[in-house]
């Protein structure tokens, strides 16, 4: 018999118990196995419960979850071959290592093949035994946790969890429905900060490609020929500084989805090469010679009219026409006003938990500015107006005072009233900044984005940047 029998339980180690946690159910006949091998691992820190059948074993794993099954091989009322089977069919993640005084080359393998996670003869070495516990148990709570991952990142994401209650947003949901399970690629249309990508993600989530990855890429953010790189890869040597060969996005995407934002702003010969793997599924490494076969469904975001570049010999016709096979127009803000008291609310709740704030309402002198603001960030803007309040809030009810003075109606620029000896120059130039901060702020301090909307080129507007010191925030888009 193994040394641990000997050990009363008694002597359990409380410190380890708390330290591992994980819990093992152990199927054997024999009560004195059961009971060495209960005291072993309760030793070591373990949660244990036996059985001395396999009917018995299996209600228990009907009554609660455990991370590892240490099972008999030779059971009185089954054969631990056809028990391992009945145990995965009931709980698919549980681990399962087999134990038999008849260790035999073909058991072994048998047990092996039917999903054991691995085989121990009696009589075991006690250390060689709690290594292989402690490995099938780290494995079970990884595979768990990546599980729990995956399923609150679907909640989080899950088109039926994008707040709104408007039709038009009804609309939408009906849509992303109907064109999740498809292979189409699909053509996102809206103002920025509408949730474009939000929605991206839902029909992702919901799609047969939801085990694969979803890959999100601002292609307006980086020059042509580093984009290109980024979403095609390239070889070693490619340029001067390809030390290295590294694979692109197309390729983290195989078998999943490629979110292209900001299509609009790609340069023509980009799209070219994006039409390219969109009509043969193929593509070159930058600097290479063979060509890499992928299989990504693609999912374009844009806030530009796309119809009007193609016109005006900016964008593709061609490749429009491969990106608009199903087109969703997500409505601004300001067009569903009725879901701005739900959205209010669902990011007050979000944000109070994330920073264990108590906030829970949202007073009524607060939300009348919020229904007759224009919103021009849409719900990016209205997002992170109530982050703000959130985290300014002392109370349980946001006021009026927590928001900005542009939503209240309040001065928006207050050096006017404070600044009676200053000069017009330096009045101008404090307005100036105001503004360009404001709209930063709306746009999440993309500099391409607030270029575009005051109707500037993105040099003028570093240069205003620049001159009047203004030190722009690396936030992360929505």
Same mark, same amino acid.
């Given at each position: 018999?193994? =040394?641990?029998?000997?050990?009363?339980?008694?002597?359990?180690?409380?410190?380890?118990?708390?330290?591992?946690?994980?819990?093992? &159910?152990?199927?054997?006949?024999?009560?004195?196995? !059961? =009971?060495?091998?209960?005291?072993?691992?309760?030793?070591?820190?373990?949660?244990? *419960?036996?059985?001395?059948?396999?009917?018995?074993?299996?209600?228990? &794993?009907?009554?609660?979850?455990?991370?590892?099954?240490? #099972?008999?091989?030779?059971?009185?009322?089954?054969?631990?071959?056809?028990?391992?089977?009945?145990?995965?069919?009931?709980? /698919?993640?549980?681990?399962?290592?087999?134990?038999?005084?008849?260790?035999?080359?073909?058991?072994?393998?048998?047990?092996?093949?039917?999903?054991?996670?691995?085989?121990?003869?009696?009589?075991?070495?006690?250390?060689? &035994?709690?290594?292989?516990?402690?490995?099938?148990?780290?494995?079970?709570?990884?595979? *768990?946790?990546?599980?729990?991952?995956?399923?609150?990142?679907?909640?989080?994401?899950?088109?039926?969890?994008?707040?709104?209650?408007? =039709?038009?947003?009804?609309?939408?949901?009906?849509?992303?429905?109907?064109?999740?399970? +498809?292979?189409?690629?699909?053509?996102?249309?809206?103002? +920025?900060?509408?949730?474009?990508?939000?929605?991206?993600?839902?029909?992702?989530?919901?799609?047969?490609? $939801?085990?694969?990855?979803?890959?999100?890429?601002?292609?307006?953010?980086?020059?042509?020929?580093? #984009?290109?790189?980024?979403?095609?890869?390239?070889?070693?040597?490619?340029?001067? /500084?390809?030390?290295?060969?590294?694979?692109?996005?197309?390729?983290?995407?195989?078998?999943?989805?490629?979110?292209?934002?900001?299509?609009?702003?790609?340069?023509?010969?980009?799209?070219?090469?994006?039409?390219?793997?969109?009509?043969?599924?193929?593509?070159?490494?930058?600097?290479?010679?063979?060509?890499?076969?992928?299989?990504?469904?693609?999912?374009?975001?844009?806030?530009?009219?796309?119809?009007?570049?193609? $016109? *005006?010999?900016?964008? !593709?016709?061609?490749?429009?026409? $491969?990106?608009?096979?199903?087109?969703?127009? %997500?409505?601004? %803000?300001?067009?569903?006003?009725?879901?701005?008291? %739900? #959205?209010?609310?669902?990011?007050?709740?979000?944000?109070? $938990?994330?920073?264990?704030?108590?906030?829970?309402?949202?007073?009524?002198?607060?939300?009348?500015?919020?229904?007759?603001?224009?919103?021009?960030?849409?719900?990016?803007? #209205?997002?992170?107006?109530?982050?703000?309040?959130?985290?300014?809030?002392?109370?349980?009810?946001?006021?009026?005072?927590? &928001?900005?003075?542009?939503?209240?109606?309040?001065?928006?620029?207050?050096?006017?009233?404070?600044?009676?000896?200053?000069?017009?120059?330096?009045?101008?130039?404090?307005?100036?900044?105001?503004?360009?901060?404001?709209?930063?702020?709306?746009?999440?301090?993309?500099?391409?984005?607030?270029?575009?909307?005051?109707?500037?080129?993105?040099?003028?507007?570093?240069?205003?940047?620049?001159?009047?010191?203004?030190?722009?925030?690396?936030?992360?888009?929505?």
């Amino acid at each position: 018999m193994s =040394e641990a029998a000997v050990i009363t339980r008694n002597h359990v180690n409380e410190a380890a118990y708390l330290q591992n946690g994980g819990s093992v &159910l152990i199927i054997d006949d024999e009560s004195a196995i !059961r =009971e060495s091998l209960e005291t072993l691992l309760t030793l070591e820190g373990y949660s244990v *419960e036996t059985a001395g059948s396999g009917e018995e074993g299996l209600a228990l &794993l009907g009554q609660r979850n455990f991370d590892l099954a240490l #099972l008999d091989l030779a059971l009185p009322d089954c054969n631990g071959l056809d028990l391992l089977a009945e145990i995965h069919s009931q709980d /698919s993640q549980v681990s399962v290592i087999m134990i038999t005084a008849y260790g035999t080359v073909e058991n072994a393998v048998k047990a092996m093949q039917a999903g054991a996670a691995n085989f121990i003869q009696k009589p075991w070495d006690n250390e060689k &035994l709690l290594a292989d516990v402690r490995a099938a148990v780290a494995r079970h709570r990884a595979e *768990e946790e990546n599980v729990q991952l995956k399923r609150a990142l679907k909640q989080r994401y899950n088109f039926e969890n994008i707040v709104g209650k408007s =039709e038009a947003m009804l609309k939408i949901f009906d849509l992303v429905g109907q064109v999740a399970p +498809s292979r189409s690629t699909v053509l996102l249309q809206g103002e +920025s900060g509408t949730g474009k990508e939000l929605i991206a993600k839902a029909i992702h989530l919901n799609s047969p490609r $939801r085990d694969r990855p979803f890959v999100p890429v601002n292609t307006g953010s980086m020059p042509s020929d580093l #984009l290109e790189s980024t979403l095609f890869g390239h070889v070693k040597g490619a340029f001067t /500084s390809a030390i290295a060969s590294k694979k692109g996005l197309f390729e983290v995407a195989d078998r999943g989805t490629l979110f292209l934002d900001e299509i609009g702003t790609m340069s023509l010969d980009t799209q070219s090469k994006i039409l390219r793997v969109l009509q043969d599924r193929k593509f070159m490494h930058l600097g290479g010679v063979h060509e890499v076969q992928v299989d990504v469904r693609i999912i374009a975001a844009t806030n530009v009219d796309l119809k009007q570049h193609v $016109r *005006e010999g900016k964008f !593709r016709e061609d490749l429009f026409y $491969r990106l608009n096979v199903i087109t969703i127009d %997500l409505p601004p %803000l300001r067009q569903r006003k009725e879901d701005i008291p %739900l #959205l209010a609310a669902f990011f007050l709740d979000r944000y109070s $938990r994330e920073n264990e704030r108590t906030v829970r309402r949202l007073g009524p002198e607060a939300l009348r500015p919020l229904l007759t603001y224009s919103w021009p960030g849409n719900v990016r803007e #209205l997002e992170n107006v109530i982050e703000r309040a959130v985290v300014l809030s002392t109370g349980e009810d946001v006021g009026p005072d927590l &928001l900005p003075e542009q939503i209240t109606g309040r001065t928006a620029f207050p050096m006017l009233d404070h600044r009676v000896d200053a000069s017009l120059f330096d009045i101008m130039e404090d307005c100036e900044r105001h503004i360009i901060i404001d709209m930063l702020e709306k746009c999440g301090w993309n500099q391409t984005e607030a270029a575009e909307r005051f109707h500037v080129p993105l040099s003028t507007l570093n240069q205003k940047i620049k001159r009047l010191n203004i030190e722009i925030k690396r936030k992360s888009r929505e």
